[in-house]
């Protein structure tokens, strides 16, 4: 059983920087694709950022690309999110999530995702 801990989030000024981990644990070699969904209040959940381990595949939401980037450190077994120039609507608990396929043309669907962390909140002042 996969076991994901997500830290580093917080509270940051807008145009701030903040890196989000995820460290795996318990069989998380057996895991192939790794992503980052955030829910803001009111809001469903939504697809961030995916990476397959071997760093081939990377995809974004259209909503962070430039300003997010997304990297898989498999001797520590964390992904992380380096986020930039942060904008207040970006405030949402983020998420990890994993799983053992990577899902080519379907990464943005949470229903690809067997595994998944407790969520961290990122909250970004105006």
């Known amino acids: 059983q996969v076991h994901l801990v997500e830290s580093g989030g917080g509270l940051v000024q807008a145009g701030g920087s903040l890196r989000l981990s995820c460290a795996a644990s318990?069989?998380?070699?057996?895991?192939?694709?790794s992503a980052w969904f955030r829910q803001a209040p009111g809001k469903e959940r939504e697809f961030v950022a995916v990476i397959s381990r071997s760093g081939g595949n990377i995809n974004y939401a259209e909503s962070v690309k430039g300003r997010f980037t997304i990297s898989w450190d498999n001797a520590e077994n964390t992904v992380y999110l380096q986020m930039n120039r942060l904008k207040p609507e970006d405030t949402a608990v983020y998420y990890c999530a994993a799983d053992s396929v990577y899902s080519l043309g379907l990464y943005y669907i949470e229903d690809k995702y067997e595994y998944w962390g407790q969520g961290t909140q990122v909250t970004v002042s105006s």
């Open positions: 318990g069989g998380s070699s057996s895991t192939f694709a």
